[in-house]
Nanobody
């Protein structure tokens, strides 16, 4: 049974920072791409960032480029999302996801497992 467990969400002021973590279990973590997507109230779930199995390749949504950084530690089966210069529009539930490639995470259709989500709230 594959499990993805997110942590690190919370409340921050605009301009502040948060770091999300996602601990994976139940599969060979280092063989799969990992990523983050988010969903704000009344909106569709959208792609945020993805990282290849070896950490060499990363992809970001235009809205977070230069502010968010995705990374992974295969020895700890954990993927991270460092979020800096937060904006109120970053408020959403953030979901960890895994797929065979970063493209599959970007398209959402190729995601095979999801975490339960963690709330991020940014106040102005």
């Amino acid at each position: 049974q594959v499990q993805l467990v997110e942590s690190g969400g919370g409340t921050a002021q605009a301009g502040g920072s948060l770091r999300l973590s996602c601990a994976a279990s139940g599969r060979t973590f280092s063989s799969y791409a990992m990523g983050w997507l988010r969903q704000a109230p009344g909106k569709e779930r959208e792609f945020v960032a993805a990282i290849s199995w070896n950490g060499v390749s990363t992809k970001y949504a235009d809205s977070v480029k230069g502010r968010f950084t995705i990374s992974r530690d295969n020895a700890k089966n954990t993927v991270y999302l460092q979020m800096n210069s937060l904006k109120p529009e970053d408020t959403a539930v953030y979901y960890c996801a895994t797929a065979r490639s970063t493209i599959m995470i970007l398209s959402k259709s190729g995601v095979d497992y999801w975490g339960q989500g963690t709330q991020v709230t940014v106040s102005s």
